[in-house]
């Protein structure tokens, strides 16, 4: 039994001392960060990143992973009792999570999401398991034409789900494309875009850069706003989270549909909590006998959502683990960081790092068990950290970016670089453009282009063998479909804007 | 958020026209084996032209009346000081080196960006810098700068 050996495996490496400890920081920290607004799960893992250079990569990832399934946790609290979105996947925990706050019902919700974030957690890691070594398999036999059109398929995905506005979306990724070009071309040897620039070398690094957009940049949008966070009195005490049954019974088949559909959801490439837990909401208000409490502090708002977002934050993996490509933009960190401990994500991850890959899986068993506790019993130690100013922690989360970006290299171009991109994340932010887009065709940028040139240096027919192979061929008109559909909804609605405008 | 539009739309065009010549021109767009190193960039040069022009075409036809993307008033003021004093560090990183560079940096925020009483300050100020000290250069040895005064 491979299997049952692999698991034994995974746990072998999840139970070592320095491992557990990993992943109890990583839980704790993962609460923090998702509780906190402001900082999300993106951010947390490009922070904490260069913490990790030093380790074994299994506890490296063994740690980001915690951090990545407690934010989901830590959201809630935040959403329960501020109706401020801890992280973007529990926004829409604030509509009836708060109203049940309201009522007086704080600690039924965050009970109600602890719960349903562990089954859905717990389940996913399983489905994760046993999903993920079929995936590499077929995945193994894919060649150049194969893994250009998977990375085509994620970063239009990718792109046409997570902004507001596609078209930014898309200047987003192809701007992302271009700073991947810089640096040497790894088939000719040429120096591109380096402007006679040594530290261009090497390219535009991608840790200062997520650093800069997702630390920096959030950071900087923080600053400006003047606001004050009244935290709702309530009672969230042991015995208060506790679900009665009747709590019980209008939730547990809501949870049972927000982890499917989670998990679903976020295996896609591109899709990832933030867009399960949405669906999660609206399908649970179709589906339910009394959509008329939705809005007004129904459970099952808060359970199906909450169970979403960690299925499909376990189900993340699964692509990333096998096929490369991040399901979502905390993943595409994380794929980073895979290439900076010197692994080549992909489908020989699973033979040639058993060990990272089952350690990880089990410590995501693990993490799971940790949160269940931590979300139920600490919840209020979590809010005394809610009471810690902005003012505060602006300046501290800049000092962790600054030192961040600075251990890549110990250069302080590096740290300039993050900066910059400060800046710009934070332009992007405000003008509706997507900083996730940009990074995840940071990451993939050399690795697509490898694959395109590779495919037409083999191709006799030129870009057409895309479509002459069956599996590229579906991967390719998919991508082409993202970006189409699209794109023809937004000429259709200028069209009739501007017919409307004439009859006016 | 028009204005904003219109100077990204032809900044991007800009870039991408940059990219598209030097695709063609500066690299070798296709090699005897294959697609060259200005194979990639020409084409994504050509995509962002695209884009942008479709943006700008979009900002143009666009509503008029549109809030302003910056903040006014304390929050601008707020945002250039915070960017100001960051800027500053990374500056003087070399010369005061890591640690008292932190000090400096946490005190012109906590104490004179956001009015912190000076006890506080300076607490969170050696507090903040130690612990940065002992997890980055101590444990994960990172070699920080050093600055003139040797720590």
């Not at chain 1, 902004?163 to 192809?174: R, T």
């Not at chain 1, 970006?405 to 934070?426: E, H, I, P, R, T």
């Amino acid at each position: 039994m491979d299997f049952f050996a692999n698991l034994a495996l995974g746990f072998s490496v999840a139970f070592t001392p320095f491992n557990l400890v990993m992943a109890a920081a990583g839980v704790t920290l993962g609460t923090l960060i998702g509780a906190l607004p402001g900082v999300g799960p993106v951010s947390g893992v490009a922070l904490l990143l260069p913490l990790t250079f030093g380790m074994n990569p299994v506890s490296g990832i063994i740690m980001l992973a915690a951090l990545y399934a407690g934010s989901m946790y830590g959201g809630t609290i935040t959403s329960v009792l501020i109706n401020t979105p801890g992280e973007s996947a529990s926004v829409v925990t604030c509509i009836d999570g708060y109203q049940m706050a309201l009522q007086g019902r704080a600690g039924p919700a965050l009970g109600v999401a602890a719960i349903g974030s562990f089954v859905a957690g717990t389940v996913g890691v399983v489905l994760l398991m046993l999903m993920s070594p079929l995936l590499a398999r077929w995945a193994l036999s894919f060649g150049p034409p194969e893994t250009f059109a998977l990375m085509l398929l994620g970063l239009t995905t990718v792109t046409g789900l997570t902004g507001e506005d596609p078209l930014k979306g898309y200047m987003s990724m192809v701007l992302g494309l271009m700073l991947a070009m810089a640096g040497f071309d790894i088939i000719s040897g040429d120096a591109r875009f380096t402007f006679g620039v040594n530290e261009m070398l090497d390219g535009v690094e991608f840790l200062p850069v997520a650093i800069g957009l997702f630390g920096l940049g959030e950071v900087l949008v923080g600053a400006e706003q003047v606001s004050d966070m009244r935290i709702l009195r309530a009672r969230y005490g042991l015995r208060d989270v506790m679900l009665s049954a009747a709590d019980w019974a209008r939730s547990r088949w809501a949870i049972v549909r927000g982890t499917v559909l989670g998990f679903v959801i976020g295996v896609l490439p591109g899709a990832g909590p933030t867009i399960a837990s949405f669906l999660a909401y609206t399908l649970e208000r179709k589906v339910s006998n009394r959509p008329q409490e939705f809005g007004r502090g129904a459970i099952e708002g808060v359970a199906a959502p909450e169970s979403a977002n960690n299925a499909a934050s376990s189900a993340a993996f699964v692509p990333m683990l096998t096929l490369g490509i991040p399901g979502s933009a905390t993943t595409a960190v994380m794929l980073g960081g895979l290439m900076m401990w010197g692994l080549r994500p992909g489908p020989l991850l699973f033979e040639k790092n058993p060990d990272f890959v089952w350690g990880l899986i089990a410590s995501l068993y693990l993490a799971n068990v940790m949160l269940l506790v931590l979300n139920i019993a600490f919840i209020p130690m979590f809010v005394r950290a809610l009471r810690i100013p902005y003012a505060v922690l602006m300046p501290l989360i800049i000092v962790f970016c600054v030192t961040g970006a600075y251990s890549l290299n110990n250069k302080v171009w590096d740290v300039g670089v993050m900066l910059v991109f400060g800046v710009v994340g934070y332009a992007m932010k405000k003008l509706g453009y997507s900083p996730a887009a940009l990074t995840l065709a940071l990451v993939l940028g050399p690795l697509a282009e490898r694959a395109l040139r590779q495919s037409l240096i083999i191709s006799d027919a030129g870009v057409a063998i895309f479509f002459m192979r069956p599996i590229s061929a579906v991967l390719t008109l998919l991508a082409l479909a993202a970006v189409a559909v699209p794109a023809a909804r937004a000429l259709r609605q200028a069209v009739r804007g501007r017919a409307r405008a004439a009859a006016a | 958020m028009r204005r904003a539009d219109q100077l990204a739309g032809g900044g991007l065009l800009l870039l991408g026209l940059g990219f598209a010549v030097a695709g063609l021109r500066s690299y070798t767009y296709w090699s005897p084996t294959g697609p060259g190193s200005g194979f990639l960039p020409f084409w994504l040069g050509l995509t962002m032209m695209g884009l942008a022009t479709a943006l700008l075409v979009r900002s143009v036809r666009g509503p008029a009346a549109d809030g302003a993307w910056l903040p006014t008033g304390p929050g601008r003021r707020k945002l250039l000081a915070v960017l100001g004093v960051t800027a500053a560090l990374i500056a003087v990183l070399k010369i005061t080196g890591m640690a008292v560079g932190t000090v400096l940096f946490l005190v012109a925020i906590l104490r004179f960006v956001e009015g912190m009483r000076w006890p506080s300050t300076l607490a969170i100020a050696v507090g903040t810098a130690a612990a940065n000290y002992l997890i980055f250069a101590r444990w994960l040895r990172v070699p920080f700068p050093e600055g003139v005064l040797g720590f």
